[in-house]
């Protein structure tokens, strides 16, 4: 008799237990919930790897947009230097310190040692 009084008092009967148990301790709710923490952490197509995912596609679209505009500075510099014979040259002694038959080059290194202080 005694352990019916302590079971009736363990058991509430107030109206939020109740909207607690038919609402959040309903089995498709629960169902649900589940549902959404696995997609979220521990499914390989989880939501997290998919944001990782995405972020390095467009990390790898910004190299891409990079790529192909020095693509095109390059292209245009080659075009330009391959139809131009002066612009050869100059590419040629700038870059290459190339001369001509009777002329002497003179390349001015400065000396890292003697640092004016």
Known sequence: MQ???LIKDIKPKSRA???LRRYFLNKYI???LLFLVWMTFFDSTSFLVINEINKEIARYEKQLEYYKEEY???DSFYKKLMNNKEEKEKFA???YFMKK???EIF???AD???VDR
Request: neutral net charge.
């Open 112 to 114: 890292s040692t003697s």
């Open 101 to 103: 038959p009777n002329e």
């Open 72 to 74: 095109h500075k390059n």
């Open 30 to 32: 629960i169902t649900v």
């Open 107 to 109: 390349i001015l290194v």
């Open 17 to 19: 237990w109740r909207l």
């Open 3 to 5: 352990q019916d009084n």
């Open 93 to 95: 002694r700038e870059n």
